[in-house]
């Protein structure tokens, strides 16, 4: 009986070895074309940021009373320079606020590039 049990239990080990085994050939052969290529994720880092700006800017304009628009876009201003300096990144972010509109200019300087934006949202 005991002779049974332990045939039973190297056959187990044989073929757990042969299954992980196994596994660990086609893991080889597959592995290099499963890697995710994150580099132009990462080179897009500034247009990515460049936009979101832009969005969340004229989203301060349609959600700002009459009464705070002045306010918001000036702490908007401060809040968005300082975040792209923290990333490396220079910001021009410039604004003009009349009755009926808010006309944008933005310059975005990195290492790798400079992006520029001139758009007018109409004020709620």
Known sequence: ??????????FFILTTVVIVGVFYTLSS?????AFIDTSKAASGSETFFFDNVKEKAIETVNISSADELQLN?????IF????ASEK???????YENTTTTV????????EKMTLKADFTVDRP
């Not at 009986?1 to 190297?10: C, E």
């Not at 006309?103 to 990195?110: A, D, E, K, V």
């Open 103 to 110: 006309s944008f200019n933005m310059i975005l300087t990195s």
């Open 1 to 10: 009986m005991l002779n049974s049990s332990g045939k039973k239990a190297q």
């Open 88 to 94: 490396g990144y220079s910001l021009n972010f410039g």
């Open 73 to 77: 876009l000036n702490q908007y201003k």
């Open 80 to 83: 968005v320079e300082k975040m």
């Open 29 to 33: 052969y597959i592995n290099p074309y």
